[in-house]
């Protein structure tokens, strides 16, 4: 189960933490890629995923649960929500 926990910052700006049950990996980039995501290559070389669609970007050290999602503008609710979607894809796997 995905589970969204807003997390609040300076400046009242806030980002949402995703926890998934099941630690992102490498091997879930090209399930992003597919989905219409930007993954570049040197992100995830270095270990580190990096995933952005429109003004959505997420980030996370692969092997961890916590996803930090970040967003601005109109149709975040649904850029979120589709991102919330892959995950509990990953999850089902």
């Known amino acids: 189960m995905v589970e969204r926990r807003v997390v609040k910052g300076c400046c009242g700006r806030t980002a949402i ?15 992003f890629k597919q989905s219409g995501y930007v993954v570049p290559d040197n992100y995830a070389k270095a270990g580190l995923f990096y995933a952005k669609k429109g003004t959505m970007i997420a980030t996370a050290t692969f ?23 892959i995950l509990k894809q990953i999850e089902a796997t």
């Open 17 to 31: 933490l995703m926890v998934s049950a099941k630690p992102i990996e490498k091997g879930h980039v090209a399930l």
């Open 63 to 85: 092997g961890i649960k916590n996803i930090n999602v970040r967003c601005s503008g109109a149709g975040c609710k649904t850029l979120i929500d589709e991102f919330e979607n």
